[in-house]
């Protein structure tokens, strides 16, 4: 099912406990997918209606999902970050450009985060899209091996968090990464995985970078 997480901005999630999340972004007539899973039927039909479809771009190395057969299928480049891209399987996808269709804003890659970069669109407020960047989880109602795995393998911690970097030789850079992302106006921010926060997320995020690690 796809759902209008913002203005102009939709998900939609695997199936199974991964909770694996999706977006498209459309403007005039464009849409760009971010993440992209396989869409079910009903899903497909809705993005169809969204607009032509003129991008696949991907927040980090982790997320290639289902954008090569996608990227197939709308006859589509898939990007991501020069630093993401020796990871990737598909050896077709190209770097990404400092602005994408659907008026869509790509942000610096981040410090030890498997090339990650955040995309940002500015309309009706601000919307940023996180990646693997940062988290909203609600660790307990997720099914035990989840949980598990990104409690004790991830280091995930409990509500709003900056995802700790995982080979960051420089945790100052990276901080002074994630606040200066802060410098726009963020209304939403939307994550890959756990809750988005839909209002007033700016504020959230930098209070949050105040209490430190």
């Excluded at 909770?19 to 039909?45: H, K, S």
Aim: proline content about 8%; overall charge neutral; some cysteine.
């Amino acid at each position: 099912m796809l759902i209008e997480a913002a203005p102009g901005i939709f998900a939609w999630q695997t199936k199974d406990m991964t909770r694996f999340r999706a977006y498209a972004v459309a403007w005039a007539g464009e849409v760009v997918l971010i993440d992209p899973v396989e869409p079910d039927a009903e899903e497909a039909a809705a993005l169809a209606g969204l607009g032509k479809v003129g991008a696949i771009a991907l927040t980090n190395a982790f997320h290639e999902r289902a954008s090569a057969k996608l990227a197939a299928h709308y006859g589509v480049p898939v990007y991501a970050s020069r630093e993401a891209l020796a990871e990737l399987k598909n050896k077709q996808a190209q770097p990404l450009p400092d602005l994408l269709p659907a008026g869509i804003e790509v942000l610096p890659a981040m410090h030890g985060l498997a090339g990650q970069v955040c995309f940002y669109v500015p309309r009706d407020g601000g919307s940023l899209l996180t990646g693997d960047a940062w988290h909203n989880e609600d660790l307990a109602a997720l099914p035990l091996p989840v949980r598990l795995l990104l409690k004790h393998v991830v280091k995930l911690r409990q509500g709003l968090q900056p995802t700790p970097p995982s080979k960051c030789k420089d945790l100052a850079a990276f901080q002074a990464q994630l606040k200066a992302m802060l410098d726009r106006p963020v209304e939403r921010m939307l994550t890959a995985h756990g809750e988005n926060v839909t209002a007033g997320a700016g504020p959230r995020m930098v209070a949050r970078l105040a209490e430190g690690p």
